[in-house]
Nanobody, 121 residues
Framework: QVQLVESGGGLVQAGGSLKLSCAAS????????MGWYRQGPGNERELIAVMRSDGSTNYADAMKGRFTISRDNTETTVYLQMNGLKPEDSAVYYC???????????????WGQGTQVTVSS
């Protein structure tokens, strides 16, 4: 079993900052990638940023420059620092890892439970 526990969401005024955390645990052999997504009401889930196992990152254009993805030294916790938040950033934010649970097994995606971010104007 793989568990992803998210924290850090909440209510913030426009222009403010939040830092989200996502801790992975359980039967993980190797994490190939870690990332953040968000989904507003009535919208499709969209990519924010991803970090691969070598530390390389990619960002959606809309978030680049305001959001920063990082991980801890154990490479089991991924963070999303969000600065200059706008009302249109309001959404449920999800972390996701792509991981294998055994040495020769295929990778599968695992999702966190989601954390609500609400940005007031």
């Amino acid at each position: 079993q793989v568990q992803l526990v998210e924290s850090g969401g909440g209510l913030v005024q426009a222009g403010g900052s939040l830092k989200l955390s996502c801790a992975a645990s359980g039967n993980i052999f190797r994490i190939n990638a870690m990332g953040w997504y968000r989904q507003g009401p009535g919208n499709e889930r969209e990519l924010i940023a991803v970090m691969r196992s070598d530390g390389s990152t990619n960002y959606a254009d809309a978030m680049k420059g305001r959001f920063t993805i990082s991980r801890d030294n154990t490479e089991t916790t991924v963070y999303l620092q969000m600065n200059g938040l706008k009302p249109e950033d309001s959404a449920v934010y999800y972390c996701k890892i792509e991981a294998t649970t055994r040495s020769l097994g295929p990778p599968f995606p695992y999702w966190g439970q989601g954390t609500q971010v609400t940005v007031s104007s």
